[in-house]
């Protein structure tokens, strides 16, 4: 079961880069400033560690705001499954 929780941005591990659009990030930054982030990212915990695969421009906006934490959508998983999203 997947549980939604806040968890520490720089606990987050971001194996993949990705190019995000500026302009959705700063329309993001600004609902989130102003209502919240409405949408949890999904996250993959690996033997207690947290990586983060999708919701790249949430993930900015709330890093660009200064903000501690993220609203995340747990799911923990083995090795064997994050080794699939890094392949």
Do not use: W
Not at 20 to 42: C, F, R, T, Y
Not at 57 to 76: D, F, P, S
């Amino acid at each position: 079961m997947n549980k939604v929780q806040e968890i520490a941005l720089n606990q987050i591990k971001r194996p993949l880069p990705r190019q995000n659009d500026p302009q959705k990030v700063q329309a993001l930054m600004e609902s989130i400033a102003e209502i919240g982030q409405l949408e949890p990212i999904d996250v993959l915990e690996v033997d207690g560690q947290y990586y983060g695969f999708s919701g790249c421009h949430r993930y900015e906006a709330c890093q660009r705001l200064g903000k501690q934490t993220i609203l995340a959508r747990v799911r923990k998983a083995p090795k064997s499954v994050l080794k699939m999203h890094l392949a």
